[in-house]
C-alpha cells in the first residue's frame, strides 16, 4: 500500500514539474526579445518624359543627389513652342467668331438690308398694280391672255423676292440663332482645351525629381530621341527605407504593428538604427532562400516591414541587417 502511495506521489509530482517547466518555458518564451534577420528595401522610381522628343540636356549623372522639384532632365522645346502658338491663333479665332454672333449684325448692315426690302416692296406694288390694270382690260378683251398670264407672274416673282426681303431683315434684326452661339462657344472650349494641353506638354519637356533621392542608373544619352514613357534616370529615394524581413508562427504574437526595433549593421555594429514594425503580412508564405535563419527552409513565415526611423545614406538597398525587437511598449 506505501508502495502504492509512493508511486501516485512521484507521479504526481513528475507531472506537476512538467506543468511548471512548459509554464515557464511559454512565458520565457513569450517575453525574451527575438532576434530576426532582413534586408535593407529602399523605393526606386524610373523617370520619364510624358511627351515625346529629342532629349537636349541632362543636369546629373549617375550617384548625384538630387532634391525634389529639381530639373535634371529637358527636351527641345522648340515643336512644343510652335504647337503652343498654334493652340493661341485657335482660341483667338474661336474667341473672335464667337464674339461676332454675339453681338449680332451692324446697324449698317441691318440699313442695307431695310433698303432692298423697301425697294422689293415697290417692286411688287408696281407689279401688282400692272396685273390689275392687265386683268382690267383683259376682261374688256383689249389684251391677250398671254400678256395677263406674263403680268401675273411679274406679281409672284415680286411677292416671293419681297418675302425673302422681310425674312432676310428680320434675321438681321433679331441677331443670330441660339444654336449658332452655342455652336460658336462649344468651338471655344475645344480650342481652349487644345491650348491647355499644348501649355502642359511644354511644362512636360522639363523632367523633375519627384522627391529627394540618389540617382542609380542613367538609361540616355543627350541627342536621344524618346518616346513618351521612356525611361532616362532611375532614382533611389531617400525617404521611405524600410526593412524586409520574415518571422515564423510561433514568435508572430511579438510582431505587433508599432513595435520599436534596434536594427544593426555589419558596418555600425555597437551604433544601431532605430524602426517600428509598420508592416504585418495577413498571410503565410513558404521562407525565402535569401533569409538567413536557423528554421527550416520549408518553415511557414510571416513577411514584415520594419519601417527605418534615423535612416542615413550609409543604409544601401539589399543590406542584410540585424533586428533585435527591444522590451519597450509599442509606438504610440
Not at 518564451?29 to 541632362?58: E, K, M, Q
Not at 555597437?270 to 509598420?278: L, R
Request: aromatic letters at 6%; a negative charge; proline letters at 4%.
Amino acid at each position: 500500500m506505501n508502495k502504492v502511495k509512493s508511486r501516485v506521489t512521484i507521479l504526481v509530482l513528475l507531472l506537476l514539474a512538467a506543468a511548471l517547466y512548459a509554464g515557464w518555458t511559454h512565458y520565457a518564451r513569450r517575453d525574451t526579445p527575438i532576434t530576426l534577420y532582413g534586408n535593407v528595401d529602399i523605393c526606386t522610381v524610373n523617370l520619364a518624359f510624358r511627351v515625346s522628343g529629342r532629349l537636349a540636356t541632362l543636369q546629373v549623372d549617375e550617384g548625384d543627389s538630387v532634391k525634389a522639384g529639381q530639373a535634371i532632365a529637358a527636351l527641345d522645346t522648340a515643336p512644343h513652342h510652335n504647337a503652343l502658338r498654334q493652340a493661341d491663333a485657335n482660341v483667338a479665332s474661336a474667341a473672335a467668331q464667337l464674339a461676332l454672333l454675339q453681338e449680332g449684325y451692324r446697324r449698317e448692315e441691318v440699313a442695307q438690308v431695310r433698303s432692298q426690302m423697301d425697294q422689293a416692296q415697290a417692286a411688287y406694288e408696281y407689279a401688282d398694280k400692272f396685273y390689275q390694270r392687265q386683268q382690267g382690260m383683259w376682261g374688256k378683251g383689249a389684251v391677250a391672255q398671254n400678256t395677263l398670264d406674263d403680268a401675273r407672274s411679274a406679281r409672284q416673282q415680286a411677292l416671293a423676292t419681297l418675302q425673302a426681303a422681310k425674312e432676310k431683315l428680320g434675321q438681321f434684326e433679331s441677331g443670330n440663332r441660339p444654336q449658332e452661339i452655342a455652336a460658336a462657344e462649344a468651338a471655344l472650349a475645344q480650342a481652349q482645351a487644345v491650348q491647355a494641353q499644348a501649355i502642359l506638354d511644354l511644362s512636360d519637356t522639363t523632367l523633375t525629381a519627384p522627391s529627394d533621392g540618389v540617382i542609380l542608373t542613367r538609361a540616355a544619352e543627350a541627342g536621344s530621341m524618346l518616346s513618351a514613357g521612356s525611361t532616362v534616370f532611375t532614382l533611389s529615394l531617400t525617404r521611405p527605407v524600410w526593412i524586409r524581413a520574415y518571422i515564423d508562427e510561433p514568435q508572430l504574437g511579438q510582431a505587433i504593428p508599432g513595435r520599436q526595433v534596434l536594427i544593426y549593421t555589419d558596418s555600425r555594429p555597437d551604433s544601431p538604427y532605430h524602426g517600428t514594425v509598420g508592416f504585418v503580412s495577413p498571410s503565410a508564405e513558404f521562407t525565402p532562400k535569401s533569409v538567413e535563419t536557423p528554421a527550416l527552409r520549408t518553415d511557414l513565415v510571416y513577411r514584415l516591414r520594419i519601417i527605418v526611423n534615423d535612416a542615413d545614406d550609409l543604409l544601401r538597398q539589399g543590406m542584410p541587417v540585424t533586428l533585435h525587437f527591444t522590451t519597450d511598449s509599442v509606438t504610440p
